[in-house]
């Protein structure tokens, strides 16, 4: 399919066909795809879990309010905002970067590039994704302030902001894996009507851990696994060129 028509094919389906499984290993695929999402500061603060177990898709359906495109759905895959790891992935990006600039950058530049990844990478990150109680979002907006007075700073840095930058980034994931979905001609529904304790429960996830998304799957089942014609506000209305 076209992208185009891929875009068009997808559409957020309530009602599953109960006897069309999917292939496990294709919505794994999916996934990988996924991972190729945009995010910021390359920082991949997500984890999919990928539900296949009987058992474990019911407690969900419970947890999803027993909405049918939970009900119906043949696996589930949630999408998890990771902030709390964002220690271990600072890490590991800065130890590819490190290598990335020793194998890509000419000799004379490598240490500084290496050098700027280090303070960005060991300082400036744990700096902005460190939360307390909105105490430490409170010292970076006084900071970002003073030094705003001079410049232009990034200035979203408050705890909340910080949980939106790393929600913002695992929704791009999401959506991701749900054009990948489409292009197998496997549907979606993605989801946030849930109870996100008793989900988090279910998954045994740590206290840091937050549902980003539950993305139910499965095969449309004809006509009724949709619910009629798609509606979007006129484009014009949403449009401005400048
Ligand atoms: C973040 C998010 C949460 C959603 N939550 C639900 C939900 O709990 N239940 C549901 O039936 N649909 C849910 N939807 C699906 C939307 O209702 C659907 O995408 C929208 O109506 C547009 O329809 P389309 O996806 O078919 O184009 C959600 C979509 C998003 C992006």
Not at 8 to 21: K, P, S, T, W
Not at 111 to 134: A, N
Not at 147 to 171: L, T
Not at 215 to 222: A, D, L, M, T
Request: contains cysteine.
């Amino acid at each position: 399919m076209d992208l185009a028509r891929i875009l068009n094919y997808r559409r957020a389906v309530r009602i599953y066909d109960r006897g069309r499984q999917l292939d496990t290993e294709k919505v794994k695929r999916c996934l990988e795809l996924a991972t190729l999402a945009p995010n910021s500061y390359n920082m991949q603060l997500w984890e999919f879990y990928h539900v296949t177990q009987p058992e474990l898709l019911a407690k969900l359906s419970k947890a999803c309010l027993d909405q049918t495109a939970v009900s119906t759905a043949s696996q589930i895959v949630v999408f998890v905002a990771r902030q709390d790891l964002h220690k271990k992935r600072a890490k590991s990006v800065l130890d590819f970067e490190t290598g990335n600039i020793q194998r890509n950058s000419p000799e004379e530049r490598q240490e500084k590039r290496i050098k700027d990844r280090k303070l960005y990478y060991g300082m400036v990150m744990p700096f902005l994704y460190t939360h307390f109680l909105g105490v430490i979002g409170l010292i970076r907006i006084l900071i970002t302030g003073v030094i705003g007075i001079f410049r232009p700073i990034f200035r979203q840095v408050s705890e909340n902001d910080m949980r939106v930058v790393v929600h913002k980034s695992c929704a791009l994931s999401a959506q991701t894996f749900m054009i990948a979905m489409a292009n197998e001609e496997y549907d979606t529904c993605p989801l946030e009507g849930l109870d996100s304790k008793q989900v988090k429960k279910i998954l045994k996830l740590p206290s840091g851990a937050e549902i980003n998304m539950v993305i139910s799957c499965g095969i449309r089942k004809g006509n009724e696994g949709i619910w009629g014609e798609r509606y979007r506000v006129p484009f014009e209305e949403v449009y401005r060129q400048l």
